[in-house]
């Protein structure tokens, strides 16, 4: 597995390079996944911006090999269970997940409500939405 933190090369505009992309995390083992944090409180679906499902959904684009990316929030009082799906083109399906990441906690948490309401250790997550 290699991890990149603000990974650089990839520009929104090619030829001449401009608006370059910097995702948080690029994580690479059996698929190419992106993470990017925030640090507003997100209490319901209406409070994640329009500018963050563009940012990331430029970096899915860009990174042609990327098709699993994460918005990850701080936990709050709330966790919603968030799923996007972009389409890149026919076969290539682009998924955006919303995870919520606990940090009073000693152990790396992501909060996320789903059939058992467990919590996961970082990246265990990851991998788990196909």
Not at 20 to 26: G, H, I, N, Q, S
Not at 77 to 91: D, F, M, T
Not at 98 to 109: G, Q
Request: glycine content about 2%; aromatic content about 16%.
């Amino acid at each position: 597995m290699s991890v990149s933190l603000q990974d650089k090369g990839k520009y929104l505009v090619e030829e001449p390079n401009k608006f370059a992309l910097k995702p948080d995390m690029v994580i690479n083992e059996d698929e190419q996944l992106i993470a990017d944090t925030k640090w507003k409180i997100i209490k319901d679906e209406k409070d994640i911006s329009q500018s963050d499902m563009y940012q990331l959904y430029a970096y899915g684009t860009k990174y042609i090999e990327c098709s699993k990316l994460y918005l990850i929030y701080p936990y709050g009082s709330n966790h919603l269970n968030l799923r996007y799906l972009y389409q890149k083109e026919e076969a290539n399906r682009l998924v955006l997940n919303v995870l919520f990441f606990d940090l009073t906690s000693d152990e790396p948490i992501f909060y996320i409500q789903d059939e058992q309401d467990i919590q996961y250790k970082l990246f265990e997550r990851l991998s788990y939405y196909e």
